[in-house]
């Protein structure tokens, strides 16, 4: 199949997912699934819920890992693994205690102003959280295959040895986490998976690394939207 039939595919699944007969019902396990993590989450309760409705629909096409990359205090992560169950694999990665790296230019001014507000209540401290919080959060599904990396992206993420992965989430902010991440773990996704870009909307950074990798690899995934709040996101059509 082409790249463009299969993107085609992929949007009128979009739409008769979003509005098939069972939405009504799966978005109120989204809404619940909100109200237990929320308070290990940023993201308001739409875009937690349409992050979580465009999970369901890939997972529920496609066999593969679940892989995270900027989990917070693992609110979405906690919430996927839900979703996902027991039988798949799950690799999420943060820095915790460090938080978030410095902020460079090519992240655009409004990255470097808001780490240097220390002071603002929306800092929440750099990002930074504890490991084993997180980890213990994560434990409490039973799961057998959760595996937590911790540092910074650029020394754990190029060794990534898991199995071909169906679902990415991208949640590192600047354009260097964006970037190490595409390189190492796109290639990784499987054909008809999806890379969900948290931060593409927010920061210059996070854009710039997403059409920097594009461009350089010549890739012809396609940048889409999913439900109200338009998640932004990669659908790999290319091998």
């Known amino acids: 199949m082409t790249p463009w039939y299969e993107s085609q595919r992929f949007l009128r ?60 205090k693992g609110g979405m992560a906690a919430a996927m693994m839900q979703l996902g169950g027991p039988d798949r694999s799950y690799h999420f990665y943060d820095s915790f205690s460090d938080g978030l790296p410095q902020a460079t230019p090519t ?29 213990a959060l994560v434990a409490e599904a039973g799961f057998p295959s959760v595996h937590v990396h911790e540092g910074w992206f650029a020394d754990t993420v190029p060794q990534y040895d898991g199995e071909p992965i169906a679902v990415l ?12 991440c595409l390189e190492n773990l796109y290639p990784h996704v499987r054909a008809d998976g999806i890379i969900i870009l948290d931060d593409y909307d927010a920061w210059d950074g996070c854009s710039r690394a997403v059409h920097d990798y594009l461009s350089a690899t010549k890739s012809t995934a396609r940048i889409r939207r999913f439900g109200g709040t338009g998640v932004a996101l990669l659908h790999k059509v290319d091998a």
Not at 113 to 119: F, L, N
Not at 169 to 180: I, P
């Open 107 to 135: 992240d655009g001014e409004d990255a470097m102003t808001w780490q240097a507000a220390t002071d603002d209540p929306l800092y929440f401290d750099n990002l930074r959280t504890k490991a084993e919080d997180f980890r």
């Open 169 to 180: 989430r991208l949640d590192g902010d600047w354009y260097d986490s964006t970037m190490v």
């Open 13 to 72: 699944k979009l739409r008769r997912f979003s509005a098939g007969e069972d939405a009504a019902a799966e978005h109120a396990e989204h809404l619940e699934l909100f109200r237990r993590f929320s308070a290990y989450s940023l993201i308001t309760e739409e875009l937690f819920c349409d992050n979580l409705a465009l999970v369901r629909e890939r997972l529920r096409d496609l066999d593969g890992a679940v892989v995270e990359c900027g989990t917070w």
